[in-house]
């Protein structure tokens, strides 16, 4: 069956890094993506990346600071995110789904999702 398992959240001072990373098994999809969630608010998509040509797509608030990537090898995908502010602060999803683009990011669109991992900012 479908696994997806996060790692690699904790805390971290602002304009520090931490990187994501998510472990898939069971099935390869097509896209996968990183929703985020901080308290209060509704879940939002921060980054995707479509394996078939390789397009990424970014919320504005952290483009230039995280990068998505696709190891294909070890069927990883990590989030590499820099430059962290507080507004960062959230519980950190990974999700995978067969739709063949990036945007919009939606996160009806992702029936796989892994159990959240939690970054804080501080």
Known sequence: H???VESGGGSA?????VRLSCA???YTFNTY???RQAPGQEREGVAA???GDGSTYYLNSVEGRFTIAKDFDKNTLS????????????????AAA????VKPLL??????WGQGTQVTVS
């Open 79 to 94: 989030l590499q995110m820099n430059n962290l502010t507080t507004d960062d602060t959230g519980i950190y999803y990974c």
């Open 49 to 51: 990346i479509d394996t």
């Open 13 to 17: 001072l602002a304009g520090g890094s």
């Open 33 to 35: 993506s990183w929703f």
């Open 2 to 4: 479908v696994q997806l």
């Open 98 to 101: 067969c739709i063949g683009r």
């Open 107 to 112: 996160s009806r669109d992702f029936g796989y």
């Open 24 to 26: 898939a098994s069971g």
